[in-house]
């Protein structure tokens, strides 16, 4: 009978989300990308943070020559000029970030040319070939989103894309409409070829619990914008994660760590969305996810947080520590999401 349900088990598990390799312990949670294999990612030591690649089911190795940070890396990898794999990450002092590059060797940062503001700070970088986009913080703590060359000389200009929308009101009167309390912010942007996929915080809006936030697809040749999905956050505290492009297709995850009833009493839910039929694919997913950054259509990397006695890595009970999860899922069974396209 034991055998059974322990079958059983294992049998659910594989239908919600595919397989998935040995989990590697972290400490912290981090966000997370992924290109040819080798997962991005920060790891804590002592008081700072370290840049670290991770592949397999092997632990996270910090990048050589590559000093500390305070807090978890903003960065990115992605193939370079060459096709080598490139990563890019923000290396901020005295509360301003600028732009660096590196190799999986490591060894030096170098300063990408040109994309330093003289108003501003840059973060979020995303790279592909021979292209960097970053999102500029103003010091009124508006945000702009750029595209430049990742090789130049500094007076080429940095290209500004369409600016972050205010989300529209929803209310019925609307005298009842309230104006955003937060600015809106960058998250993460992912790039390949000539589309960026942004996902953006939209602050505290109206009566709603926490922030909003959506996914939004840009046409880096013809600047045109479009929002691909939104999510009201409410009692489940449901967030977009991960947005990450294929070749074919945008890939991402949404939280509810605070009530699974809004995301269809799973804690999780990956989505897959095509590019070109626009044709909407979920999947559902057991534990609550920090991060997630596809590998490719139907395999992904994802750090999640399980719950134990001792809460888990994002609401810890006192004195407990217990560790976040780096995953390998896939393959993913994604179904159509019914009466939606």
């Known amino acids: 009978m034991r055998r059974s349900v322990a079958l059983l088990i294992v049998a659910v598990a594989f239908l919600l ?10 400490t912290v949670a981090t966000p997370v990308r992924v290109w040819g294999a080798t997962a ?18 092997r632990p996270p190795v910090p990048l050589r020559g590559i000093a500390p940070a305070s807090h978890p890396f903003e960065a990115d990898i992605g193939p370079g000029p060459s096709g080598s794999p490139v990563v890019v990450f923000a290396r901020c002092s005295a509360g301003a970030c600028r732009l660096m590059r590196t190799t999986l060797a490591g060894n030096e940062e170098v300063a990408i040319s040109g994309s330093a503001g003289a108003n501003g700070s840059e973060r979020a970088p995303a790279v592909w070939g021979n292209r960097i986009a970053f999102a500029r913080r103003l010091a009124n703590g508006a945000e702009q989103v750029y595209v430049r060359p990742l090789q130049a000389s500094k007076p080429t200009r940095s290209v500004l894309l369409p600016a972050i929308p205010r989300p529209p009101c929803e209310a019925v009167k609307r005298s009842l409409c309230r104006p955003v309390v937060f ?4 998250m993460q942007l992912s790039m390949r070829g000539s589309m960026l996929a942004e996902t953006i915080d939209l ?15 840009v046409d880096l040749a013809s600047h045109r914008s479009r929002r691909v999905t939104y999510s009201l956050c409410g009692l489940s505290g449901s967030t ?20 699974p009833g809004g995301c269809q009493s799973h804690n999780t839910l990956l989505y897959r969305y095509g590019l070109r039929d626009h044709d909407t694919q979920q999947a559902p997913q057991q534990d609550v996810l920090v991060s997630f950054a596809a590998e490719d259509n139907d395999r992904a990397v994802a750090i999640s947080a399980p719950a134990e006695e001792g809460g888990d890595c994002l609401n ?26």
Do not use: Y
Request: aromatic share 4%; with cysteine; net charge neutral.
């Open 316 to 341: 810890q009970l006192q004195a407990a520590n217990p560790p976040c999860e780096l995953m390998r899922v896939g393959p993913i069974a994604f179904k159509a999401v019914a009466g939606r396209r």
């Open 183 to 186: 600015r809106p912010a960058v």
């Open 17 to 26: 989300c595919g397989t998935a390799e040995a989990d590697v312990s972290l």
């Open 40 to 57: 991005l990612l920060s790891v804590r030591e002592g008081d700072g943070f370290r840049l670290a690649t991770q592949r397999g089911t």
């Open 203 to 217: 602050g505290l809006i109206e009566e709603e619990l926490c922030d909003r936030t959506e996914i939004r697809l």
């Open 240 to 259: 977009l994660l991960g947005a990450s492009l294929t070749a074919t297709h945008l890939l991402w995850a949404r939280t509810c760590p605070g009530d």
